[in-house]
């Protein structure tokens, strides 16, 4: 009887049932007591070890990425670990430890690696509301230049229809001059009565006629002793002008000569 009592309490080689693991190149053991080979006493406790830890290595295996032990399962394989050894002394708990150690060490490595994805995540969302954010502010300074350089250029265009406005205004002003001189001049040398006794009134009026409108065109032979003008400088009763045929505004030539017979 001593004898035997002294083999029940000899404690249990720690390899005993231990098979080496394998996973991604990491070693670790694995103890699994086979139903007949399990002792009388303790059994349900490292039955109840062995599954838990055969679900952790499940869930190991089932994703890489995924929690394999978690602090609810750890803490189940804790108390089982205190109730065994308080059961049975002398089975060697080594090799659960180390599988538990492993999954501990894993499920720390995967927490990191999930930190990890989050932080660049985190990071790559950031990146893509600043872009975001920058194209909009420079969608926003382009358009603002667009309505800058657009409204310059309206000006611009303003500007130059005023100035070519003005420019159009100074030579007819000049032109109106011009036109009144001449007939002021051609008046004179008419000689007759009464248009040098009419000549201030009329080139007053000659004046403010043809600033309001030319009125249509006629022409006459600027011969000097001219009477008559003509609807057009190619009618016959030119065709013996010695001098050149001058174009002057009707309401102009009224003034001083009767139409020809020929044009009207
Ligand atoms: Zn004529």
Known sequence: MLGVSALKAHPQ?????????????????????PADKLPSKGSSQIIAIEQQLTSCYVALQATPTSPVLGAEREAELMASLHQLTAARPNWSITAYSEELGFYRQEDNRRQRVRN???RKQAYQ????ERSRRDSLERLALRRTQLIDSTRQAI????RAQVDSVAQVQAAAHQATQALALSTTAHSTATSMPHTVAVKKPV???????????AGPMVYYCDSGNTVKYHATSGCRGLSRCGASIVPISQSAAQQSMEPCKWCY
């Open 13 to 33: 080689k720690p390899t005993e049932f231990v098979t080496q693991a394998n996973y991604q190149g990491h070693i670790f053991s694995q103890k699994r007591t």
């Open 155 to 158: 000006l611009a265009q303003v």
């Open 125 to 128: 969302r950031q990146e893509r």
């Open 203 to 213: 080139s007053r009026k000659v004046v403010v006629k043809t600033k309001r409108s």
């Open 116 to 118: 990890e994805q989050e």
